[in-house]
């Protein structure tokens, strides 16, 4: 019987049912991805952890992910953040409002933006303004520095309920403030157009994006030298990382350069495998490059593998080998 070469465990045919992407499909459907496919290797239950978990964290909540409604490779209209769960923030850089967190939400079939839970403080009515989203509100210390410093006004915006309003005043004068409700005239009220705004887009990129790139890499060494190897206890560390969610090892990835510009379109897997290690290089959309150590030295096990590498072109939507 086949062994899942997560959980490793020995299961019978019928619990491999799912086919294994190398790359999740949600950045492409190869017409001849066959080769990049593992069949009997990830168990349906691993399949479907990985599915809910890291599959749309990586599709989902990075810049990686986020990039194919920019490019449009994904329709705008099909985008859903991740709301409050989301570790990627999207702030306007321009005007009185430079600064506002925003979440982008599809618009009439493009990515627009609406304003996330959040308030101002502002040096005058209109800005500019330092802003916290409600769920990280400015500590007593903070408060204090902002008054200090001018910012007196506060900006609550207006798409927020009353009663929501009332709970964050309510928290931030518990902290310190001194508030007084004071109605701003129309003639100095903020308006934001926000078709022409500029949008800046962070990530914290962390663990669970160093365990989405050692699962695909670790799915790549499969793909390219079979379940066996993948199973060797070389891999133990990696793959028990992936699988429950534990901390990888320092060092165990980093992004380490850019794609040269006029490459392509398309994703990138290369694997090297010599005395010093495994190590798999990815890239989307032949953007940043990513490097992941999956295992350093000490192999008793001689694998006959030359570094190989694999091309997802997105402009013929197939898989291509990569010339090293």
């Known amino acids: 019987?086949?062994?899942?070469?997560?959980?490793?465990?020995?299961?019978?045919?019928?619990?491999?049912?799912?086919t294994e992407h190398v790359l999740p499909q949600a950045f492409g459907r190869f017409r001849n991805s066959q080769q990049v496919t593992l069949q009997n290797t990830v168990c349906d239950d691993c399949n479907q952890f990985f599915g809910n978990t890291l599959g749309l964290y990586l599709a989902r909540d990075t810049p990686d992910g986020f990039i194919r409604y920019v490019l449009g490779y994904r329709p705008p209209d099909e985008y859903r953040s991740l709301g409050e769960a989301s570790?990627?923030?999207?702030?306007?850089?321009?005007?009185?409002?430079?600064?506002?967190?925003?979440e982008q939400s599809p618009d009439q079939g493009e990515l627009g933006v609406k304003f996330r839970p959040q308030v101002g403080f502002g040096q005058s009515p209109t800005g500019p303004f330092k802003w916290f989203l409600f769920t990280d509100l400015p500590t007593a210390e903070q408060l204090r520095e902002l008054f200090e410093r001018g910012h007196r006004h506060i900006h609550?915006?207006?798409?927020?309920?009353?009663?929501?309003?009332?709970?964050?005043?309510?928290?931030?004068?518990?902290?310190?403030?001194?508030?007084?409700?004071?109605?701003?005239?129309?003639?100095?009220r903020i308006t934001v157009k926000m078709p022409v705004q500029r949008i800046e887009n962070r990530a914290i990129l962390a663990e669970k994006f160093g365990r989405a790139l050692a699962k695909i890499a670790l799915n790549?060494?499969?793909?390219?030298?079979?379940?066996?190897?993948?199973?060797?206890?070389?891999?133990?560390?990696?793959?028990?990382?992936?699988?429950?969610?534990?901390?990888?090892p320092p060092g165990s990835w980093r992004s380490e350069a850019m794609f040269r510009k006029g490459v392509k379109p398309g994703h990138v897997l290369i694997l090297t495998w010599d005395a010093s290690g495994v190590v798999v290089r990815i890239a989307f959309h032949s953007w940043i490059i990513y490097r992941v150590v999956l295992a350093q030295g000490g192999f008793i096990v001689q694998v006959p593998v030359q570094a190989r590498g694999h091309f997802y072109n997105l402009s013929t939507m197939t898989v291509e080998p990569y010339r090293l």
């Open 1 to 18: 019987m086949p062994v899942c070469i997560y959980c490793v465990t020995e299961k019978p045919a019928s619990a491999f049912i799912k």
């Open 87 to 102: 570790t990627m923030t999207h702030r306007l850089t321009e005007g009185p409002w430079g600064g506002a967190f925003v």
């Open 156 to 188: 609550l915006p207006e798409m927020q309920d009353e009663a929501h309003k009332d709970a964050v005043v309510k928290e931030l004068v518990a902290r310190g403030l001194k508030y007084e409700d004071v109605e701003v005239p129309p003639e100095l």
């Open 220 to 248: 790549y060494v499969a793909s390219q030298c079979g379940a066996a190897i993948a199973l060797m206890p070389q891999f133990d560390t990696v793959r028990e990382c992936v699988r429950w969610e534990r901390t990888l």
